[in-house]
């Protein structure tokens, strides 16, 4: 094997870090886009109007079972052909925006679903409003446990960026694949990607894993 | 699942059936998606299998009282966990050769897919294994049950009911995976959809059908894995 | 006199800074049946646990028929048993579980075939032919096809004293047996334990809160209160006539509580 370290911090890294930049930027735009959606389709979900939940939950069933990389090229090559046209890198925060939203919905409704059902009728008998009922009893309940499920898609979505790389949005993996193409070096800069993914998800996951912790504290002694 | 394979089925045939009619041009990329499919399939169904078999010797080894064994399967999971399926794609085919192995492209797409899918997998069987209740152990041991007839005979085979929803999840994921094949050469269906569009800019009809047969595929095993629970569950009773 | 089965020297256990057992010393003869009784949490299900090798021991020895358990010895000195040396005493023991512990994946046949087959080396047929005798004996003769998950509390229990049978112990330990039951299905567990202790000559120590039951299978009672024994003797003396304080409190309430 011949690695070369000098090729690997003249060449590589500078020309990866910036990747790993957009990498981060599409993670959590297209993020917060999913939780937008996701929220929708939740509420889509549990409505009572029975054409809207059949709906949400034939999108939800009809998503998880298709590849991200489907999507990616479907938009890629139907917006232009509508006359929407993006640029590569708003083009993947979409496709992954609406991709992840169902597994957001799924989520949430979980969240959801944890909080008992006497928990309604008590703020029922005690004459709570709407608002109160959700501000004051559901949603402080909902939201713990939807966290680490929420924290755990936001890591799998950061994985999933370097598909973008086939529709040449110019995140890490797009950067190595320029630089490999180029030098015709594969070694350095996919061991790189491939190391500072490995970093970044398993410092992510700590994290969680903290957050989680702490969330789990606050409950006891809430109680 | 409470939905039949019928009830769902036949809508999609229907469906299908439509698309030929109102759409023609369906007729012109679907024999090339279907030789996209085969190698689709003949990626999947051999990483499904393997992909198992990693999933217990890594969840047992990470289990195991066995120091290096644990370990072994520790860095396995948290690496193959850790880095994106596609990277790890493009790792085996176009850096391992620099080490001295070079793979072809379906042995590559296979290793990659069953490895990556293997870790999560992996996981799954840990966490039931884990799920088997105190007195199951405890009954074992005042049976003076022989370690490896405990686990074969008392353990695992209850623990591996108890994944079967968690590991059906896992095999569709994998499924989504083999659409990354591409990246090492491989034209499978995702690719072959990809190319008729640049031939035919169908992109519509293209990716209805594409998104259709993936749609197929991920049922087949959700009905699957519903049917083998219902199977191995009906003598267990509420758990 | 009649051979010492079991003997607890000095035994103390502890779950961090709680201390269950606290330096117990108890003996029990071949044959004889004892029954702990006692408030929960005063360490009576521990005792069952550390005989059976559950649970690993602080402090102490535990012997049976004079040989260490949790112990072994070597070069004639004391050491901790090995794994070998701890399935082979534990053949002397079988143990009755208050959750049954049944295989629920394995029929009531196969619950009551597999286990010797693996443990004590028979055959097959002879497993089977032994199991079949069991399960008619505890009434569960017509059941063997069943799964547990289709049987009351009550048959499963029973189903799980014939496989603790089927491993043809010495000694019978029975965790609460009748503790996870229903009311009307306890009779049936009861009279099956009775006629055991009655009709063979097993050693058997047992934990319950069926104070009557406890009356009358005994040949000793043991009160337990925060890890020791308070007070011992036959149940005419310690259920009827208790001299310690504890015990007479204890007995009122349960009493009481009827």
């Known amino acids: 094997m011949d690695w070369r370290w000098d090729f690997t911090f003249e060449t590589v890294l500078p020309r990866i870090l910036p990747g790993l930049w957009v990498t981060v930027e599409v993670t959590f735009l297209s993020f917060a886009l999913s939780l937008v959606l996701g929220l929708f389709l939740m509420i889509a979900r549990r409505s009572t109007i029975r054409p809207l939940s059949v709906a949400a939950g034939e999108f939800i069933e009809f998503m998880r079972g298709m590849p991200l990389v489907v999507v990616i090229f479907f938009l890629f090559f139907l917006l232009p052909e509508i006359g929407i046209f993006l640029a590569p890198f708003w083009t993947g925060v979409l496709a992954m925006g609406i991709y992840n939203a169902a597994p957001v919905a799924e989520i949430l409704r979980g969240g959801l679903q944890a909080v008992p059902k006497g928990q309604w009728e008590a703020a029922h008998v005690l004459n709570y409003s709407t608002y109160r009922t959700w501000r004051q009893v559901i949603l402080p309940q909902a939201v713990k446990p939807v966290v680490p499920g929420l924290g755990n898609l936001l890591i799998l979505a950061f994985k999933e960026t370097p598909l973008l790389s086939f529709v040449a949005v110019p995140e890490m993996l797009d950067a190595a694949r320029r630089i490999a193409s180029e030098t015709y070096r594969f070694t350095e800069p996919l061991t790189v990607v491939g190391i500072l993914f490995l970093i970044l998800s398993l410092f992510s996951a700590v994290l969680i894993r903290l957050v989680e912790r702490h969330l789990l504290t606050e409950t006891r002694h809430g109680k | 699942m409470s939905r039949s394979p019928i009830a769902i089925l036949v809508p999609l045939a229907f469906l299908a059936g439509l698309y030929f009619a109102v759409f023609s041009s369906v007729a012109q990329f679907l024999p090339a998606l279907l030789n996209g499919l085969t190698v689709t399939v003949s990626v999947a169904v051999p990483s499904i299998l393997l992909a198992y078999a990693i999933s217990l010797l890594a969840g047992l080894g990470r289990l195991s009282s066995i120091a290096p064994l644990r370990w072994v399967s520790v860095v396995y999971i948290e690496v193959f966990r850790g880095v994106s399926l596609l990277v790890v794609l493009f790792w085996l085919y176009f850096v391992l050769p620099e080490f001295g192995l070079t793979l072809s492209a379906y042995t590559a797409a296979l290793l990659g897919v069953s490895l990556n899918a293997g870790a999560y997998g992996a996981e799954i069987v840990r966490g039931a294994v884990r799920a088997e209740p105190k007195g199951q152990y405890e009954a074992c041991v005042t049976l003076n049950m022989p370690p490896l007839r405990k686990y074969a005979r008392i353990i695992l085979p209850q623990a591996l009911v108890i994944a079967i929803p968690a590991m059906t999840n896992m095999t569709i994921e994998l499924l989504k995976g083999t659409a990354l094949v591409s990246a090492v050469t491989l034209v499978d269906l995702t690719a ?41 569950n009906r003598h267990l009773g509420e758990r | 006199m009649a051979n010492e089965k079991i003997r607890f020297e000095g035994v103390t256990k502890r779950f961090g800074a709680l201390t269950v057992l606290d330096k117990l010393d108890l003996s029990i003869n071949d044959g004889e049946v004892v029954t702990i009784i006692g408030p929960s949490g005063s360490g009576k299900t521990t005792v069952l646990r550390c005989l059976m090798t559950l649970e690993s021991i602080e402090d102490g020895l535990i012997r049976i028929d004079g040989e260490p358990l949790n112990k072994m010895e070597s070069e004639g000195r004391l050491v901790p048993a090995s794994n070998a040396h701890l399935r082979r005493m534990r ?79 010495e000694i019978l330990v029975f965790d609460e047996p009748t503790s996870a039951l229903d009311p009307e299905t306890i009779e049936e567990v009861t009279s099956v334990i009775r006629s055991l202790a009655v009709k063979h000559s097993y050693t058997m120590l047992m934990v319950t809160h069926q104070i009557a039951f406890a009356h009358d299978i005994s040949d000793r009672i043991c009160f337990f209160d925060k890890g020791r024994i308070v007070e011992q003797g036959p149940p005419a003396a310690v259920i009827d006539a208790p001299t310690e304080a504890r015990t007479q409190q204890f007995l009122r309430k349960v009493a009481q509580a009827r």
């Open chain 3, 91 to 169: 053949l002397k023991l079988g143990m009755v579980f208050q959750s049954f512990n049944l295989f629920p994946h394995l029929t009531v046949l196969q619950n009551c075939v597999e286990p010797p087959i693996f443990a004590l080396g028979v055959t097959r047929d002879e497993a089977r032919s032994r199991a079949q005798e069991l399960l008619d004996m505890v009434g569960m003769g017509d059941k063997q096809a069943h799964y547990p998950a289709q049987l009351s509390g009550g048959q499963q229990q029973r189903v799980a004293i014939a496989r603790t049978l089927a491993m043809q112990p």
């Open chain 2, 192 to 232: 072959a959809g990809v190319r008729q569009n640049q031939l035919t800019y169908r992109t519509v009809e293209i990716f209805s059908v594409l998104a259709l047969i993936y749609f197929c595929l991920a049922q087949i095993v959700r009905f699957s894995g519903a049917r083998l629970e219902h199977v191995f």
